[in-house]
């Protein structure tokens, strides 16, 4: 049987800041297998997202071998439900999902519960915290700046109602409907069934499939961290890394529904948790509120801070399902290359491919370690669109060394929302600094297709004449995507 | 009958917090009785004259009733009983302690305690904003059930504490019962560090500005330092440690072990742990070696501010072996070994006795080295300065050798002043002014206008009373015919003899070149009628103290500070250089990365001798340039520039992780805890 000799990566524009990946695994020029990891945006729409959808089916003759939905958030899954009537007429043999989908996995059952208690609490804050704010009674206290200042606290709660309304999938702005299934559960599900459905765990090797002979699909991550102490690192953090490599197993804390004894006392909003005699009366309140609520006092009240903690609690939410990513790396088994594909994966989860477990269930499976599978690099697709917590730079980066190292990084710059600071933010300038001199400029964006910063033009200048002609003849751009050939 | 007055009032509370009670070695010392200036009008809440306690509620929906400190019982049982599930004595804690650490600040500083003031619109009949004032904040507010979350904060916008109590999740383990609820407003080291926030924010309020690594971690490691050095004050805390050590009396072990078990029973502030060393499996202290890369290479900010803690509490250990060196001998008979069993209770006391004295002394030095520190833009090299002028000018006689400890601290750290060619007591003191400096006599002319302000102040302890007299000065008061130091500067014909003369000695411009640096101005009549334009100088604060050395030595000063701002955008320049020119609004200017940036400089001036005694400064200018030929052409000063761009848009942005900024809580943020519980 004649094995993969390249692989045909197409990132497709969406309409916005998101990933669609097709790989097309080549024998001999003719594809033999087909795959599609996530189809989102993050405020696209369908007449947006159709052209890229519509080039998939075309592209795969309406049959996908494999199908990966990396994690869900809406810049990953929306085309699921935005392009549904043509994913309708594709079918998917294979479905993977990372174990934390599986509604049957224990941990994976704890986690998404307290994630959903969370959210549902996070957008409750928001939407209350508003609401006094908006309060348009309410005379603005002569304070310099007071303006001003409330329009920052509001601005907070609402990027945190859109983090939410994000997690969730619904469009940034649009009112969540109450009892509305959210669209990013409707959109996995939807994936769910559309083929057969294997959830990965981090150390699986997976070989020998039909059509991708020659291939090892190696699964790094997400680890199995009952306890989040891995999803909880967004950033390099050397301290909570040593933290959480030392726990002893991946099972963390028993969860609060199986302990013996339910002791303390639950803080119920609304409800104080000192005894009544301490209670002032309704008429030493009205005096109370008197002062409290005088035009001198206002601008002392501390109304709302107890919901503004929401806003840094969603964005620490938002990178922890970045953080459940389905993350992977596949090799070319003769030649040892390897594509790196992480999904949005921030730290925790690179640093729990290191895990001396994953590494070496890797090895044993796949005969490769972690650091050897970064070692042999040769491209890389970028986490999370270039944000500065994307790439692990301690644990990822520095152990990619291949001078073939080509990177391509879904990123249309003018279309990154407020809530992820805006458009300067990305891709981060230092990251992107080393990615440029890692891959000596051949680096690929959705909006620019090949890079076009001056430092890269310059390094691109020193290529090789091999290199200049290889990276060439593999890159090409379509209506709706840029595509390029990774040879085996 | 202000003769019959009780000097203190009594207030029971805890030393550490609820579950230091639990821990069997420290059961019987963590309640003690805090002994606070009394106040006369103290009404329920408690509302003094310097906080109100305002315990709302919000996630609650409830307020809780004051407590009244004055009701017969209460007071005659030493305030309400340590309890956790009684609000009013949490309403006790806070004030206890804010207003003890208040107690230690004011006796350090030779003056009342100010909050930072408030810019308010005046109210037009037609309902209309007018004119801007500053409104003198009188009370801190204090909010022991702010918020429900692991932390607490002050809010400099509010003038306001905010404390958090939370869950306590099982994986804290610890004291804690799993599920119960933790106060932070029961904690003395929170409520003491929140205090200080306020209090230096009072003095500083630009120290909150990320213009240098130091800037973050000045306020949170100054914060601790005040916490934890309030602990050893309380001999009690001491003796119960001596007393368990044994004769093992290891100062560094001793003393550092007890601090790090101060930290812990926080369970949030982990700068400590991790400045100053831990404690292995078996119980045994391993102290943390300082490296001198430690000042370059930490730079986050909480890292940062434990750089600082660990600084000055190295210091405190050396002070502490020094004064207790004798009376180990004599114990020891000279052998330095401690024979085995139980120390005498008569050792125990005076070991206790020592800490407490060198606590309290090193307290005292930290907080008045915050009148020798620029008002911009600090750094610990600075500070180190500050602290050595500050005690050198105080305590003629060093005999316990506390500066040579200070600056053997800082240095082992890699904390080295800038511009001093070397590390002596006399080269780190900063330089007394010249009187031959000051050949037109105008310093002399503003120490005696200065004079008439100490008359007015003099006396004064009303803090209201204070601070509109300062305004007055400050700013003027046509009722009382008093024309402000600013017009007093710039209008009467001081000022002008020798502009370039104040420009070396402030580092702020006061010359035609301002415009050049693009400092705002405002346009001024002269005394002679002439309509000049002059640049914009912010007379930030007028304060006198009195403070009277061991040796009787008498201090009288008035400290000044000014400050100066332009706004800067940045240009890229060859050769992956920046370039910082003057803004400008214009489209494209717009697009460019812009900052304000600052000069300040503190003056002291001594009213013994009328004279201009220190000038402590931060140049907005390239002190290169200072000459004091005819022509001169000022630039921005190219290393402080440079530095502040890095903290606040280049590479050192986020190492620091301080609050960007224009935040609206930076406090809030650098408090939380960095494992958020979801």
Known sequence: MSKVDAIKFRMYDTGSVGDCLLLLFQKQGQTSFSMLIDCGGFSTSTAKISPAVLDIQKTCGGKLDLLVVTHQHLDHVSGFNQAKTIFDQITVKDVWMSWIENKNDAVAKVLKTKFGKTLARLQDHADR??????????????????????????????????????????????????????????????????????????????????????????????????????FKIALKDEEMYHLAMNSPTDEGEMPEEERLLNTGIDLVEGRSPFADEFLMDAAAIRAFNKVYNSEAFAWRQIETDWLETS????????????????????????????????????????????????????KDNGGKTTVELLN?????????????????????????????????????????????????????????????????GRLIRTDQGVVTAAKAKELRGQLTREEKKEFTNSFAQGSCYVEYVIRG | ????????????????????????????????????????????????????????????????????????????????????????????????????????????????????????????????????????????LVYPHAVREQNAYYSPDRK?????????????????LPGGIVYSCLSHDIIAHETTHAILDGMYPRYMETSHPDMAGFHEGFADIIALLQHFTYPEIVKNEIRQTQGKLHAESMLGKLAVEFGQSTGEYHSLRDAIGTTDANGTWIPKVPSTADYETMIECHDRGALLVSAVFDAFVAIYKNRTADLLRIATGGTGVMPAGDIHPDLVGRLADEASKAASHVLCMCVRALDYCPPVDLNYGDYLRALITADKELVLNDDHHYRIAFINAFRKRGIFPEGVPNL????????????????????????????????????????????????????????????????YLFGQKVFWKNPKLFENITGLVFSSSFKKLGIGHSRMNRQDGAAIDVPSIELHSLKMHNRTGPDGQVQNQIIMTLMQRCTVMVKDAPGDK?????????????????????????????LNDLMLKHAICKPIFDPAMKTTRGRRVLAYHPWRIAMQYRCMLGDYAEKIGFAPPGSTEPFAAIHEPQNAVL
């Not at chain 2, 230091?20 to 509302?47: F, M, R």
């Not at chain 2, 609000?87 to 030779?110: D, R, S």
């Not at chain 2, 306001?160 to 804690?176: D, I, M, R």
Request: net charge positive; aromatic share 10%.
């Open chain 1, 129 to 230: 915290a508003l609401q006094v704010m908006g309060n348009t009674n309410q005379v603005l206290p002569p304070v310099k700046d007071a303006g001003k200042r409330l329009e920052k606290r509001k601005l907070s709660m609402q990027n945190t109602r859109n983090l939410v309304h994000f997690e969730l999938g619904f469009e940034p702005g649009q009112k969540a409907l109450k009892g509305a299934k959210p669209t990013n559960d409707q959109a996995m599900d939807y994936v769910r069934n559309k083929g057969k459905i294997q959830y990965r765990l981090p150390g699986e090797v997976i070989k020998d499939i039909t059509g991708a002979e020659g291939m090892k699909f190696f699964m790094l991550g997400p680890p199995r961290d009952r306890d989040m102490k891995f």
């Open chain 1, 311 to 362: 806003a840094s609690i969603a964005l620490k939410a938002t990178r922890l399902t970045n953080n459940t990513s389905l993350a992977m790396a596949i090799e070319f088994e003769d030649s040892g290359r390897v594509i790196l594909l992480p999904g949005d994966a921030q730290s925790g989860n690179w640093m729990g491919w290191h895990k001396p477990d994953v590494s070496q269930q890797l």
């Open chain 2, 424 to 487: 002596s007591v006399d080269t780190l003191c900063y330089n007394v002014l010249p009187e031959t400096a000051d050949k037109t006599g105008f310093m002399k002319q503003i120490s005696d206008y200065l004079r008439k302000f100490k008359e007015q102040l003099a006396y004064k302890t009303d803090r209201r009373q204070i601070f509109d007299i300062t305004q007055d000065f400050i700013t003027g008061n046509d009722e009382e015919d008093q024309p402000g130091f600013y017009r």
């Open chain 2, 578 to 606: 920046k370039l910082y020119v003057p803004y400008t609004k214009s489209k494209t200017n717009d697009e460019l990365d812009r900052f304000t940036f600052r000069g300040g400089c503190t003056l002291i001036f001594d």
């Open chain 2, 160 to 176: 306001a504490l905010l404390f958090g109590y939370y869950n306590a999740t099982p994986a804290k383990g610890g004291t804690f």
């Open chain 1, 376 to 440: 042999h690099t040769v491209f890389y697709k970028v986490g999370h669109h270039g944000s500065h917590n994307g790439t692990a730079s301690v644990s990822g980066l520095e152990y990619v060394k291949s001078p073939d190292l080509v990177a391509m990084m879904p990123l249309i710059q003018n279309a990154i929302p407020e809530e992820w600071g805006g458009s300067t933010n990305f891709p981060a300038k230092p990251l992107y600094k080393v990615l440029i001199d890692k891959t000596k």
């Open chain 2, 1 to 140: 009958m202000p003769g019959n007055r009780p000097p203190f009032r009594k207030l029971k509370g805890y030393a550490f917090d609820p579950s230091t009670s639990l821990n069997l070695s420290t059961a019987d010392i963590n309640e003690i009785v805090y002994k606070i200036p009394w106040e006369v009008q103290l009404l329920p809440g408690p509302e003094g004259d310097y906080i109100k306690v305002i315990d709302r509620d919000p996630a609650s929906n409830a307020v809780y009733k004051p407590v009244d400190l004055n009701e017969p019982s209460i007071l005659a049982s030493d305030g309400l009983t340590p309890s956790e599930t009684n609000p009013q004595f949490h309403q006790q804690m806070v004030y206890a302690v804010v207003m003890n650490t208040i107690k230690n600040f004011e006796m350090a500083l030779g003056r009342k305690v100010m909050w930072s003031n408030v810019q308010k619109f005046r109210k037009e009949k037609n309902g209309r904003k007018g004119k801007m004032y500053t409104e003198f904040v009188e009370k801190l």
